[in-house]
């Protein structure tokens, strides 16, 4: 008789396994190339895509340099605001002058900054209507969940640094821009 025990089913996970599993799916938070659970994840991706796909439904994103773990839901409050905070921050940078890229990949900010420009932007009832970036606390608190997530790097009180997840969300707009490009040139 060919039983199946469990310990003859028992799964053997990569080393780290629990680390991975608790970025990723516990905190929400983008993994990120040169933390120990993404080396994990990156020598075992083909078996965490399956495993997440399998037993939670989830997908998960993997890119280079960062990854993380995308739902089937339609609606996802957090990333709409990260979208919105990209989009008047690039928008205002992109007025002073700055080089938009440069600026999110390679230098910091200060939160001071940051702040000013968000009260002077034209932008301000998107702002308004986002209770996320209303005003300069809650801002502040959507810093603190932008750095538990990964998306920002806080350096100290007064600077921070955006992460490589940044990209995902850069990513997100143009593919949106993209199809309103496309939609617009199918009405012509």
């Known amino acids: 008789m060919n039983r199946d025990t469990s310990a003859e089913r028992r799964i053997n996970f990569p080393e780290g396994h629990q680390d991975v599993v608790e970025a990723l799916l516990v905190d929400g938070r983008f993994l990120l190339e040169g933390d120990p659970a993404f080396m994990t994840l990156k020598?075992?991706?083909?078996?965490?895509?399956?495993?997440?796909?399998?037993?939670?439904?989830?997908?998960?994103?993997?890119?280079?340099?960062?990854?993380?773990?995308?739902?089937?839901?339609?609606?996802?409050?957090?990333?709409?605001?990260?979208?919105?905070?990209?989009?008047i921050l690039c928008y205002e940078l992109d007025r002073e002058g700055y080089n938009l890229l440069e600026q999110l990949s390679f230098h910091t900010l200060e939160f001071e900054q940051v702040e000013q420009m968000f009260e002077m932007s034209s932008f301000r009832e998107v702002l308004d209507a986002t209770t996320n970036l209303q005003d300069a606390q809650a801002r502040r608190n959507f810093y603190n969940r932008l750095h538990r997530r990964r998306i920002i790097e806080r350096l100290d009180d007064q600077i921070f640094r955006f992460t490589p997840a940044h990209k995902y969300f850069l990513e997100f707009a143009?593919?949106?821009?993209?199809?309103?490009?496309?939609?617009?040139?199918e009405e012509e």
């Open 43 to 87: 020598q075992h991706v083909d078996f965490y895509q399956a495993f997440f796909r399998e037993s939670f439904g989830l997908s998960l994103e993997y890119h280079s340099e960062y990854a993380f773990l995308q739902s089937g839901r339609d609606s996802d409050p957090l990333s709409r605001d990260v979208c919105i905070f990209l989009g």
């Open 174 to 185: 143009r593919s949106v821009a993209r199809y309103n490009q496309r939609l617009a040139e």
